[in-house]
């Protein structure tokens, strides 16, 4: 099945600083990468998704690349504030189609004003 | 957005009860629903799919007479825990797929925390 690798676990940045979480998956069938965000009573919120057929995905402040040769995806957030603090997960669709998702572990970003 | 509720967003029980929770899509229609579970600073672990119509679809390892899930309406699927033991604690959150909505995208319930004393 697919298995999902996320790093870092936690991550500590300087308001206005960039932030970027790496993930890296195992089946290569898989075409579908989502970014949620987790805050506390607000449970999961897709933030950005990007598909197989795309190498970038851009919106305002946050970027997903996708290498599928290399089989890994990355979460990037430009001038970062304050309430970008959660736990981000990455996810990996389970083979293609399927509609299931396998997450990460999770990034506890913190920014620091 | 589409909005997807949980009811109860917390509930406490004793051992040996069963606990039922809702998942309802607010304003759209989900053939598909997807519960997890996660523990305490871990990731989201798929439980089970839920087809609308038919039988769940549960992962390997999670007891299907355990965690009971029913979805008998485009809208609502419930996942009911029963005979609830203190090792079932845990956070649970399910997500919905929009019938008409982007491919794959699903949208995620604030989550249920269950606690079995």
């Known amino acids: 099945g697919e298995n999902v690798e996320q790093h870092p676990s936690t991550l500590s940045v300087q308001e206005g600083d960039s932030a970027v979480i790496k993930c890296t998956y195992s089946?290569?069938?898989?075409?579908?990468f989502p970014w949620y965000k987790q805050e506390l009573g607000k449970g999961s919120q897709l933030i950005i998704d990007i598909r197989s057929n795309v190498g970038e995905k851009k919106d305002q402040r946050i970027a997903v690349t996708l290498n599928k040769t290399a089989k890994h995806f990355s979460l990037h957030i430009t001038e970062t504030q304050p309430e970008d603090s959660a736990v981000y997960f990455c996810a990996a669709e389970i083979g293609a189609g399927s509609y299931q998702l396998t997450f990460g572990k999770g990034t506890k970003l913190s920014v620091i004003p | 957005g589409a909005v997807v509720s949980q009811h109860p967003s917390r509930v406490i029980c004793k051992s040996g009860t069963s606990v039922k929770i809702e998942c309802r899509s607010l304003?759209?229609?989900?053939?598909?629903m997807f519960w997890y579970r996660q523990f305490p600073k871990q990731s989201l672990m798929l439980m089970a799919t839920?087809?609308?119509?038919?039988?769940?679809?549960?992962e390997q390892g999670v007891e299907k007479d355990k965690f009971l899930i029913n979805h008998a309406s485009l809208t609502l699927s419930t996942l009911t825990v029963t005979s609830a033991h203190p090792e079932d604690s845990s956070f649970y959150i399910c997500?919905?797929?929009?019938?008409?909505?982007?491919?794959?995208?699903?949208?995620f319930g604030p989550g249920t925390r269950l606690t079995v004393l």
């Open positions: 089946d290569s069938a898989s075409n579908y």
């Open positions: 997500s919905a797929r929009d019938v008409d909505g982007a491919y794959n995208e699903q949208f």
């Open positions: 839920s087809n609308e119509g038919s039988k769940a679809t549960y």
């Open positions: 304003d759209f229609q989900a053939t598909t």
